[in-house]
T-cell receptor, first 114, second 108 residues
């Protein structure tokens, strides 16, 4: 596609429910990243996929968070048993080779847990 | 560990005045540094990379390894420069570490 696409753009969910966020990277981009941005704070790294290599999950804050990516296509970030502190904008980015070439970001998913 | 610090959350200048957004980093090796910008209601986008030695929209940034800084500068600020600016660092090339951002407001 022309850019990185994320869906939904907004999601309101009740505490305790599971949510699934989707990211469709630029075609041909081998690397895909998920970040979280809480209100008034910077971008917090969550997980990184590079081609068919094992993902770097070092930023996932708890075992309620998981992410998958099939090959070099769509990725989904799943948050189980959502908590109010999960409320944030979840950003996805992709890049053609490494981070040195700069990320292309999606517009994000604003998650609100009530 | 790698860390990026942007000491100013808010910065306000008048149109035509010089502007400097500060960025300091902590990394034991040779980092690559970036500036990203987010204009109102737009997605976050790359502004410039140290590796490219480029000037974009009149902005420049110099890597000072002695002071571990990568400050973003523009000699004459314009109203359209008002945005959120993030400094970012890549140590190994695998991913970026971002600062908390500086909200720049350029007043008429």
């Amino acid at each position: 596609g022309a850019g990185v696409s994320q869906s939904p753009s907004n999601k309101v969910t009740e505490k305790g429910k599971d949510v699934e966020l989707r990211c469709d990277p630029i075609s041909g981009h081998t690397a895909l990243y998920w970040y979280r941005q809480r209100l008034g704070q910077g971008l917090e790294f969550l997980i990184y996929f590079q081609g068919n290599s094992a993902p770097d999950k070092s930023g996932l804050p708890s075992d309620r968070f998981s992410a998958e990516r099939t090959g070099e296509s769509v990725s989904t970030l799943t948050i189980q048993r959502t908590q109010q502190e999960d409320s944030a904008v979840y950003l996805c980015a992709s890049t053609s080779r490494t981070a040195l070439y700069g990320y292309t970001f999606g517009s994000g998913t604003r998650l609100t847990v009530v | 560990a790698q860390r990026v610090t942007q000491p100013e959350k808010l910065l306000s200048v008048f149109k035509g005045a010089p502007v400097e957004l500060k960025c300091n980093y902590s990394y034991s090796g040779s980092p690559e540094l970036f500036w990203y910008v987010q204009y109102s209601r737009q997605r976050l986008q790359l502004l410039l990379r140290h590796i490219s030695r480029e000037s974009i929209k009149g902005f420049t940034a110099d890597l000072n390894k002695g002071e571990t800084s990568f400050h973003l500068k523009k000699p004459f600020a314009q109203e359209e420069d008002s945005a959120m600016y993030y400094c970012a660092l890549s140590g190994s090339g695998s991913r970026l570490t971002f600062g908390e951002g500086t909200q720049l407001t350029v007043n008429p």
